[in-house]
């Protein structure tokens, strides 16, 4: 979920299709325990290493930063 923050309470249940006194079923807990970890490490560490980039570059070849 993107900007989970700017989201209301009512808004990120409906996303993840819980409620909030019954929590993830035991089929959902199942389906997110089959996404792999190391795709997201990836993703989290392609976005710093694009965050680095964009500094960099603003720094020496705009001039700002």
Known sequence: ????????????????????????????????????VWLLFVARCLNIYLLIYFYLFMYFFAGTY
């Not at 989970?4 to 299709?17: M, W």
């Open 1 to 36: 979920m993107e900007n989970a923050y700017t989201k209301t309470n009512e808004d990120v249940l409906r996303h993840f299709e819980v409620s909030e006194s019954d929590g993830l079923s035991q089929d959902q807990v199942k389906r997110a325990k089959k996404r792999p």
